[in-house]
């Protein structure tokens, strides 16, 4: 930080001086340091939040940020860096509708040209909306510029209240910057892809196993626990009979109904082609219970023929995989009930069915002696 002000001081003694050539090469060196320390950090997320509070601090702004484009063309500030003492204001700028940056900032930025506010009260006479926007946020001076992605416009960096006496010549530095912001975000974009097929069962969309040993290791081992084991009834005879197609959709759907039933309290993970594991972290024992009571009818409701087997710990202190495996063990007591009820419904049905067959030959045999 020392250093970082000491800079800033030379800086700001060659403007006033009017060695404008010693002002250019500072702030390109400034600009360039930053950028260093951005790309060594081996996370995007951090890459982005490094590159922006260097950006605030070296250009002595309040804050920086960064508004990105949502599916529904609308903006979400999705980065926010403060000075100390500034508030954050990103929690109220989500969602925030075009039409506010449309009529003069949407021009400007498909143009590749930057917005630069020197004095706020001026600019009222220009963009109405905006200034009232702006200076609810206390701001009274800006800058911002457009991000730029292959071409397409994906939202805007900015600062907050920086020297106005500064702002037209480090502009064009900073616009500059933006280009790098753009590679960051897709980096990012990227890194999430990557984590999500990673992670994440591609059929389903629920976590797969190496994000249940994620899960498992990042438990805090002191609180309660439930898991629940499903195992998926008729799979192979779906596959066999509808072909694998329908048995997709089958596993689809049952992973679907897990997922609502385990909402934001648990974590939904396919173990294998039709096994699935529910985790309930910090759960109580009553709840825990409740839970897999209305999973059991939701998927009896929902046609989906599944057997359950659960168990609770007041804690995590037992290995992970002891935990999974003796969740799986009462899934298969279940599941052995559960075929040995239907093997008893198949012989009742055989026997009815049988006896009447018996009465027939018993019939025959009568008519043949009668005849004899």
């Given at each position: 930080m020392?250093?970082?002000?000491?800079?800033?001081?030379?800086?700001?003694a060659a403007?006033?001086e009017?060695r404008?050539?010693d002002f250019?090469?500072?702030?390109?060196?400034?600009f360039?340091?930053?950028l260093?320390?951005a790309?060594?950090?081996?996370?995007?997320?951090?890459?982005?939040?490094s590159?922006?509070?260097s950006a605030?601090?070296k250009?002595e702004?309040?804050?920086a940020?960064?508004?990105e484009f949502?599916?529904s063309n609308?903006?979400?500030?999705?980065?926010?860096?403060?000075?100390?003492g500034?508030a954050?204001v990103?929690g109220?700028?989500?969602?925030?509708?075009?039409?506010v940056?449309?009529?003069?900032?949407l021009?400007?930025f498909l143009?590749?040209?930057?917005?630069?506010?020197p004095d706020m009260e001026a600019?009222?006479?220009?963009d109405l909306?905006?200034?009232?926007?702006?200076k609810a946020q206390d701001?009274?001076?800006?800058?911002?510029?457009?991000?730029?992605l292959e071409g397409k416009?994906?939202?805007?960096v900015?600062?907050?209240?920086?020297?106005?006496k500064f702002m037209?010549?480090?502009?064009?530095?900073?616009?500059?910057?933006?280009?790098?912001?753009?590679?960051?975000?897709?980096?990012r974009?990227?890194?999430?892809?990557?984590?999500?097929?990673a992670f994440?069962?591609r059929?389903?969309?629920?976590?797969?196993?190496y994000?249940?040993?994620?899960?498992?290791?990042?438990?805090?081992?002191?609180k309660?626990?439930g898991l629940?084991?499903?195992?998926?009834n008729?799979?192979?005879?779906?596959?066999?009979?509808r072909g694998h197609?329908?048995?997709?959709?089958?596993?689809?759907?049952?992973?679907?109904?897990m997922q609502?039933q385990a909402g934001?309290?648990?974590?939904?993970f396919r173990?294998?082609?039709d096994?699935?594991?529910?985790?309930y972290?910090?759960?109580g024992?009553?709840?825990?219970?409740?839970?897999?009571?209305r999973?059991?009818?939701n998927?009896?409701?929902q046609n989906v023929?599944?057997?359950v087997?659960?168990?609770?710990?007041e804690?995590?202190r037992?290995?992970?995989?002891?935990?999974i495996t003796?969740?799986d063990?009462a899934m298969?007591k279940k599941?052995?009930a559960?075929h040995?009820?239907r093997r008893?419904?198949i012989y009742?049905?055989?026997?009815?069915?049988?006896?009447?067959?018996?009465?027939g030959e018993?019939?025959?045999?009568?008519e043949?002696?009668?005849k004899?």
């Amino acid at each position: 930080m020392g250093e970082e002000r000491e800079s800033s001081e030379v800086l700001s003694a060659a403007f006033r001086e009017g060695r404008l050539a010693d002002f250019y090469a500072g702030c390109e060196h400034m600009f360039n340091v930053a950028l260093s320390m951005a790309l060594m950090k081996e996370d995007p997320e951090d890459s982005i939040n490094s590159l922006l509070s260097s950006a605030g601090e070296k250009m002595e702004s309040e804050r920086a940020y960064i508004f990105e484009f949502t599916r529904s063309n609308q903006l979400n500030n999705t980065y926010e860096w403060c000075a100390p003492g500034v508030a954050p204001v990103i929690g109220m700028l989500q969602d925030v509708s075009l039409e506010v940056y449309a009529p003069c900032w949407l021009p400007r930025f498909l143009r590749h040209e930057y917005i630069m506010i020197p004095d706020m009260e001026a600019y009222a006479a220009i963009d109405l909306p905006m200034y009232r926007l702006l200076k609810a946020q206390d701001i009274h001076t800006l800058l911002a510029a457009p991000i730029y992605l292959e071409g397409k416009f994906i939202g805007f960096v900015g600062v907050d209240n920086p020297p106005a006496k500064f702002m037209q010549y480090v502009a064009p530095l900073f616009q500059a910057l933006t280009s790098i912001v753009g590679v960051l975000l897709r980096h990012r974009d990227n890194r999430k892809k990557l984590q999500q097929l990673a992670f994440h069962d591609r059929l389903t969309g629920v976590g797969n196993r190496y994000a249940c040993d994620d899960c498992m290791k990042r438990l805090d081992r002191e609180k309660p626990i439930g898991l629940v084991f499903g195992d998926l009834n008729g799979l192979k005879q779906m596959n066999d009979t509808r072909g694998h197609e329908e048995g997709d959709l089958l596993i689809y759907h049952a992973a679907q109904v897990m997922q609502e039933q385990a909402g934001a309290r648990g974590r939904v993970f396919r173990m294998g082609g039709d096994e699935f594991l529910i985790v309930y972290a910090g759960i109580g024992r009553q709840d825990f219970a409740q839970e897999v009571a209305r999973l059991r009818q939701n998927l009896s409701r929902q046609n989906v023929s599944m057997v359950v087997g659960a168990v609770w710990h007041e804690n995590v202190r037992q290995n992970a995989d002891a935990l999974i495996t003796e969740a799986d063990l009462a899934m298969y007591k279940k599941k052995d009930a559960y075929h040995h009820r239907r093997r008893c419904r198949i012989y009742s049905l055989v026997g009815e069915g049988a006896k009447p067959a018996g009465q027939g030959e018993a019939a025959s045999e009568k008519e043949t002696s009668k005849k004899a």
